[in-house]
């Protein structure tokens, strides 16, 4: 049974950084990244990496986030720097297949920016 298990979210100032981890359980996929889904609003790509290292994020986001992946520990890493009130979000890991017709979601984790 695949389990996606998160942690590292939390309320940070304006400004300020966070690094958020997701270890699968399970299975070893080609993509592995994050989404996050702000209330009203739907579901969105932060980042994702593959198995190899090939990496593709958000404009939103870029320049600010970092991801990056442990293929020995099967874990993934969101490092997110210079954070804005409106990164504020639960955050989802998220695992796939090559084809992305296998994908598996983590239970999320709040990130909150705010003064």
């Known amino acids: 049974q695949v389990q996606l298990v998160e942690s590292g979210g939390g309320l940070v100032q304006p400004g300020g950084s966070l690094r958020l981890s997701c270890t699968a359980s399970?299975?070893?996929?080609?993509?592995m990244g994050w989404y996050r889904q702000a209330p009203g609003k739907q579901r969105e790509l932060v980042a994702i990496?593959?198995?190899?290292?090939?990496?593709n994020y958000a404009d939103s986001v870029k320049s600010r986030f970092t991801i990056s992946r442990d293929n020995t520990k099967n874990t993934v890493y969101l490092r997110m720097n210079s954070l804005k009130p409106d990164d504020t979000a639960v955050y989802y890991c998220?695992?796939?297949?090559?084809?992305?017709?296998?994908?598996?979601w983590g239970q999320g984790t709040q990130v909150t920016v705010s003064s």
């Open positions: 998220h695992a796939a297949n090559l084809a992305k017709t296998i994908n598996y």
């Open positions: 990496i593959t198995n190899g290292g090939i990496t």
């Open positions: 399970g299975s070893i996929f080609y993509f």
